[in-house]
């Protein structure tokens, strides 16, 4: 099998144990997943199968999510799973949070969540928070590119929010930081991935529909599909070069691109001053 799966991945279970379910149905070891989503989370989790997990860093890696923030009280994870440190009965107006919002889009600075898996040091941010040790945590940056409120419900204090944004963003922390942001404080109760670069909610596939090699195989995405670069049909020449790891010459703009021969994903190779290198093979 060579291709990704666009996983629809269920609450409660990790991004590896849905890597273990697919290894015991399909009997292939080479399997692996292009971004992890906490147990707490659900949806999109694209899936690599066989050769295709060579493909990984070559996907896109902007995120979407639908958050439901709770107003009212922040926690030390910054979601439901973890315990109540501040209170406040402060009410909040569907206007308040809209403007609120302005505060967070485009390029700004985030800083994680003390339960998280940035390693400092050498050791897991959650590993200093479980032994109440204290830690420097410092900001990064990261880019939002939209984010907007779907529903605000008053009488439950919760809003929901649509967030696209860069690989690398805490949701957890924008629920935290919006509701300091209003000073009403705040932690995500639900949240769920909708996109994962070129994968969406819309198509994904539920993990407990694969019971079957055969279930796998007919819903299987040939990568061709998913990766978007500059395509080189090479001809016969070429394409035996390519095959045995050779450069060959092609007048085509700097950076990465896709050899194909016959429609086929031949290799990904990079182009400087119109030498064709191969970087991996899949031949």
Do not use: W
Not at 6 to 15: A, E, Q
Not at 22 to 39: A, S, V
Not at 56 to 82: M, N, P, R
Not at 180 to 186: A, D, Q, R
């Amino acid at each position: 099998m060579f291709g990704f799966l666009n996983i629809y991945k269920p609450k409660g279970m990790t991004s590896h144990d849905v890597v273990s379910v697919l290894r015991k149905i399909t009997k292939i070891k080479q399997i692996g997943h292009t971004g992890t989503l906490d147990p707490f989370a659900e949806g999109v989790l694209p899936i690599c199968i066989g050769k295709a997990t060579r493909l990984i860093e070559y996907l896109a890696d902007e995120k979407a999510y639908i958050g439901t923030v709770q107003f009212g009280s922040a926690t030390t994870t910054y979601d439901i799973e973890g315990e109540i440190t501040k209170t406040s009965s402060k009410e909040i107006s569907k206007d308040d949070i809209e403007n609120a919002l302005l505060n967070f889009q485009g390029e700004i600075k985030q800083l994680p969540p003390i339960y998280s898996a940035i390693k400092v040091d050498g050791k897991k941010l959650y590993e200093y928070a479980r032994k109440g040790e204290e830690v420097e945590i410092k900001p990064r940056k990261i880019c939002i590119n939209e984010i907007k409120l779907l529903n605000f419900d008053k009488n439950l204090n919760q809003a929901e929010i649509y967030i696209d944004c860069s690989k690398g963003t805490y949701i957890r922390s924008i629920a935290n930081d919006l509701g300091e942001n209003l000073g009403v404080f705040g932690h995500l109760i639900k949240l769920v991935r909708v996109k994962a670069g070129d994968f969406n909610v819309e198509n994904s596939i539920k993990l407990e529909e694969l019971k079957s090699q055969k279930d796998v195989s007919d819903n299987l995405i040939y990568p061709l599909e998913k990766l978007n670069y500059p395509k080189i049909e090479l001809n016969q020449k070429e394409f035996e070069k390519i095959s045995h790891g050779m450069k060959i010459e092609y007048n085509i703009q700097n950076g990465i691109i896709i050899l194909t021969y016959e429609n086929q994903l031949i290799a990904m190779a990079e182009v400087n001053q119109n030498i064709v290198k191969p970087l991996k093979v899949f031949i």
